[in-house]
């Protein structure tokens, strides 16, 4: 919330916060909405911290298995019901999600009796129309099937499909960088009012500018990541968090020559990601937004897990990586 003093405002830290899929759907669970609800309780126990420190906050989160499950019910259904683009999905998933965070989060602040609201932004995303991606889909969704199943769903919707392993085809679909986060100053608005708002979950939904500069959909899933940090940047955040399903970044990760990275500059990150050590589908794209935010306003970035974030906030656990 906004402070005052001496007449004056005091400007509080802001900080954007990337929950990550494991904070909401566990490895190894069903799914259930009541296992995502404990989750996201457990979760938002240790958010509150940033709270009880009053800083100004915005939160984005992953969506990938609500997606999935999603993408699911509709190759089950479609005989019966028209099934949904996969922006739509990303539309909806943001606002599923929003409940419940939303939800979890209002109760939490009524134990404290901290009176702040908790506001979900269903949020586009800018991206743009020649990205290479697009025309060269790579990211998996959906479920998988057998090469034949998968043939007669891909000639049915139109989908592009590749075997990912063995026997194992998926659905395959462009993953553009954002260009943009859209609804940026209402975004900027509220948290600098002490409102915390949820926004861009799931990378966003993808839109780009068609010919006649109209707004158009996109079947595409956004890196999240580089999401969350250009948000980062829109809301002029301090402090960027990644949480994610691992205490810190290690070199030579799952070897024998495994080691923890406590504390890093952007400079020595980027020699890092040349020297190969983060893994492009998981690591990878969290440095790259982390090199990103801290090059445009940010003043330090935070990679751990939920568990480790308040002993994270102090310096004590996790990685920070800082400007050099």
């Known amino acids: 919330?906004?402070?005052?003093?001496?007449?004056?405002?005091?400007?509080?830290?802001?900080?954007?916060?990337?929950?990550?899929?494991?904070?909401?759907?566990?490895?190894?669970?069903?799914?259930?909405i009541y296992e995502q609800f404990a989750n996201t309780r457990d979760s938002l126990n240790e958010i509150m911290e940033f709270v009880r420190r009053d800083y100004n906050l915005c939160l984005t989160h992953g969506n990938g298995p609500?997606?999935?499950?999603?993408l699911l019910r509709m190759d089950l259904t479609h005989n019966i019901v028209p099934p949904l683009p996969l922006g739509v999905c990303v539309a909806g998933t943001q606002g599923t999600i929003g409940y419940m965070i939303q939800q979890t989060f209002q109760n939490?602040?009524?134990?404290?009796?901290?009176d702040r609201e908790v506001v979900t932004l269903v949020t586009q995303v800018m991206v743009r129309a020649d990205d290479p991606s697009i025309a060269d889909p790579t990211k998996y969704v959906g479920k998988r099937y057998e090469e034949t199943k998968a043939q007669a769903l891909a000639e049915k919707f139109g989908w592009t499909i590749k075997e990912q392993e063995p026997g194992q085809w998926r659905r395959v679909v462009p993953s553009p960088d954002p260009d943009f986060v859209m609804h940026g100053i209402s975004i900027r608005t509220l948290v600098d009012a002490g409102t915390i708002v949820l926004a861009a979950g799931g990378g966003g939904i993808p839109v780009y500018n068609d010919a006649d500069?109209?707004?158009?959909?996109?079947?595409?899933?956004?890196d999240k990541d580089l999401t969350a940090a250009k948000l980062g940047r829109v809301i002029r955040a301090q402090e960027y968090y990644i949480i994610t399903d691992v205490d810190q970044v290690y070199l030579n990760f799952n070897t024998s020559k495994q080691s923890p990275i406590n504390q890093m500059t952007d400079i020595e990150a980027k020699?890092?990601?040349?020297?190969?050590?983060?893994?492009?589908?998981?690591?990878?794209?969290?440095?790259?937004?982390?090199?990103?935010?801290?090059?445009?306003?940010?003043?330090?970035?935070?990679?751990?897990?939920?568990?480790?974030?308040?002993?994270?906030?102090?310096?004590?656990?996790?990685?920070?990586?800082?400007?050099?």
């Open 213 to 222: 500069n109209k707004l158009e959909g996109l079947d595409a899933v956004i």
């Open 271 to 324: 020699q890092y990601q040349k020297e190969g050590q983060f893994q492009k589908g998981s690591m990878w794209p969290k440095i790259r937004s982390a090199i990103y935010f801290l090059k445009h306003h940010g003043e330090k970035t935070i990679i751990t897990n939920i568990e480790n974030i308040r002993k994270a906030m102090n310096g004590e656990a996790g990685t920070t990586i800082v400007k050099a």
């Open 108 to 114: 939490a602040l009524r134990e404290e009796n901290v």
């Open 66 to 70: 609500q997606v999935g499950d999603e």
């Open 1 to 32: 919330m906004l402070n005052y003093a001496a007449g004056s405002r005091i400007v509080n830290k802001t900080a954007i916060i990337a929950l990550g899929g494991n904070a909401l759907s566990q490895k190894g669970q069903t799914g259930t």
